[in-house]
């Protein structure tokens, strides 16, 4: 008898630690650099192990696991749902710094012109792989990892594994964060954007002025350059902007990680 209560026991520890194994593996499979497609999936697999070890004493470990291997599975389900959420949110603002960039290269003439990005291994514009780098280091330079692996740990204190699930409050924050992309990326394209406009109504008067002048060919290096020069002179107000979005992303993490307790 005391063999089965034993073994019972152990089961149930099991099954916490599976469930917490869950969340992190899907956290890790969205966050930022650690989900990068270059990240071999047994790496990823074997680190979330690692974190789960770590994370797994501090867990309360007296919950009442379901027997129903259907339940079992609802709640892995759940954990899964909620880790991808956490992920998604720690890189959506990548996602705008990138389509600033994006933005800026429509402008300078770069729109066709793509390089691979090793991380989503996917086409992105010149500009916006020099922003989305920039934005990485940032992310390194502020501690973001560390503040990343804090937020996985307070996931299961704000929202335990019994006591989530996706509420009104989530799916309206996550509506916000997506419309927050779009603001995001034109206030960083801002400053180069203004200025290519600006060089483009300039030459629109020189070719009413003086139409010996061949406006199109003069343009498109004018443009590439104007376009260099103001994203190299705006760099340090983007640099504090990247740190200040960086810096307030981990609100709207907590924030969302609250709106999953029920």
């Given at each position: 008898m005391q063999y089965l209560e034993l073994l019972d026991m152990?089961?149930?520890?099991?099954?916490?630690?599976?469930?917490?194994?869950?969340?992190?593996?899907?956290?890790?499979?969205?966050?930022?650099?650690?989900?990068?497609?270059?990240?071999?999936?047994?790496?990823?697999?074997?680190?979330?192990?690692?974190?789960?070890?770590?994370?797994?004493?501090?867990?309360?470990?007296?919950?009442?696991?379901?027997?129903?291997?259907?339940?079992?599975?609802?709640?892995?389900?759940?954990?899964?749902?909620?880790?991808?959420?956490?992920?998604?949110?720690s890189n959506i603002i990548f996602a705008a710094i990138q389509m600033a960039g994006q933005i800026i290269d429509l402008q300078m003439g770069f729109g066709i012109v793509n390089v691979i990005d090793p991380i989503s291994n996917s086409q992105v514009s010149i500009m916006g792989q020099f922003q989305f780098i920039l934005g990485m280091l940032i992310f390194m330079a502020i501690n973001g990892h560390h503040l990343l692996f804090q937020a996985v740990v307070e996931s299961f204190r704000i929202a335990p594994m019994l006591r989530v699930g996706i509420t009104a409050d989530t799916a309206e924050k996550l509506v916000s964060i997506f419309y927050q992309i779009f603001v995001v990326a034109f206030k960083i394209a801002g400053p180069a954007t203004l200025a290519l406009f600006l060089t483009n109504v300039t030459l629109g008067f020189v070719a009413r002025t003086i139409p010996q002048m061949n406006v199109f060919i003069v343009g498109l290096p004018l443009n590439i350059i104007v376009g260099i020069?103001?994203?190299?002179?705006?760099?340090?107000?983007?640099?504090?902007?990247?740190?200040?979005?960086?810096?307030?992303?981990?609100?709207?993490?907590?924030?969302?990680?609250?709106?999953?307790?029920?």
């Open positions: 152990g089961l149930v520890q099991l099954q916490i630690f599976l469930l917490a194994f869950a969340r992190i593996t899907a956290i890790f499979m969205t966050a930022p650099i650690l989900g990068s497609r270059n990240t071999p999936m047994m790496t990823k697999a074997g680190f979330a192990f690692l974190v789960t070890f770590i994370v797994f004493p501090i867990l309360d470990r007296n919950m009442v696991m379901p027997r129903e291997a259907l339940n079992y599975g609802f709640l892995v389900a759940q954990q899964i749902i909620v880790g991808v959420i956490i992920g998604y949110a020069a103001s994203v190299m002179i705006a760099l340090p107000v983007v640099v504090n902007m990247f740190n200040t979005l960086l810096t307030d992303m981990w609100t709207d993490i907590y924030y969302l990680i609250a709106s999953m307790r029920v």
